[in-house]
């Protein structure tokens, strides 16, 4: 299982030692890990793309002519209910068909009335302005979003502050946590817990409330899912006339996907929706969930009302 996250080496070792294989995994999600010194070398010195090395040897059997007699996908999955699941089929697996086994949430219904009757919201930051940008820790790569983190924070608040929702976190056993809130950088992941550790929600931090990064939960899910993109800024590409987001490793589809297939019943993303350059992943996603919310099956929230611990100016598109 997982074979498609398998290094060569982690490969070897059953290979060898059976007679029949059966490899079982999603090359459409993470890739295997290599350091990134390695890949650089080995790019530098074979003469090769990065991207052919990150390839994983599950792929490349996949994708070969084998594939078409000795492999086949499997078309329904059990986790996400319709609504998450379609934004995840048509932006991560065209063609595919991929559908929802589960139609009837895991959730109470009171605790379902207290969150949100659609199954997809997206938090928009696009209003706020600069006051949306990531911004970079002193010296470090990697990125925060204050504003997002906000957000994220007067939301699960806005939750816990009901003793319906705070009673099933308390209370709830068949799941590792209620809450998955899932961060594209690892400081944003810091930010977010020490931003939830001064709030009224500290008490439910590892409890009934996960932080983590996208690269930390590939085969985990929980019933609500706040995916935080962090991504913003005006540096991207001109596009009809104005600066797109430089998009960074959003630019990966795998890493996407996996941060919005976790979610089982309620799926938040947090961030600029409508920036991003036709044909990245966000974008296309952005595309799906712009699709739903026409049709009443997707909810569009203000930030800024977040922000202000105010969720009064929730509007529904469509």
Request: charged letters at 25%; proline letters at 4%; glycine letters at 8%.
């Amino acid at each position: 299982d997982e074979a498609a996250r398998c290094t060569s080496g982690e490969l070897l070792v059953p290979l060898q030692a059976s007679r029949w294989t059966v490899m079982v995994g999603d090359h459409a999600q993470l890739q295997p890990h290599h350091e990134p010194a390695v890949v650089e070398r080995v790019s530098r010195e074979l003469k090769l793309k990065r991207s052919d090395i990150l390839v994983s040897d599950f792929e490349r059997v996949f994708c070969s002519p084998y594939a078409e007699t000795g492999g086949f996908s499997l078309q329904r999955q059990y986790r996400m209910l319709p609504a998450i699941n379609q934004i995840v089929s048509k932006t991560f697996y065209p063609g595919l068909n991929l559908s929802a086994g589960r139609h009837e949430p895991v959730l109470p219904p009171s605790v379902l009335e207290k969150i949100l009757e659609n199954e997809v919201a997206w938090v928009e930051t696009d209003s706020l302005g600069k006051a949306g940008y990531e911004t970079s820790p002193k010296g470090s790569s990697s990125k925060v979003n204050e504003a997002e983190a906000d957000a994220i924070v007067g939301l699960i608040e806005k939750w816990v502050a009901d003793d319906t929702v705070a009673r099933w976190l308390e209370s709830q056993t068949d799941y590792e946590a209620g809450i998955g809130v899932i961060c594209m950088y690892a400081a944003q992941r810091d930010l977010l817990k020490r931003k939830l550790n001064m709030s009224c929600a500290s008490r439910y931090l590892n409890k009934g409330l996960k932080v983590g990064t996208v690269d930390s939960y590939q085969g985990k899910e929980n019933p609500i899912v706040i995916l935080s993109l962090v991504r913003n800024n005006k540096n991207g590409l001109v596009v009809n006339g104005e600066r797109s987001i430089r998009e960074g490793f959003l630019i990966a589809p795998n890493r996407i996907n996996v941060a919005f297939s976790r979610a089982m019943d309620r799926l938040f993303i947090v961030g600029n929706r409508n920036a991003w350059r036709p044909g990245t992943p966000i974008a296309s996603a952005a595309s799906e969930f712009s699709e739903l919310a026409s049709q009443g099956r997707a909810t569009v929230i203000s930030a800024d009302t977040l922000i202000d611990r105010s969720i009064g100016n929730v509007e529904q598109e469509g």
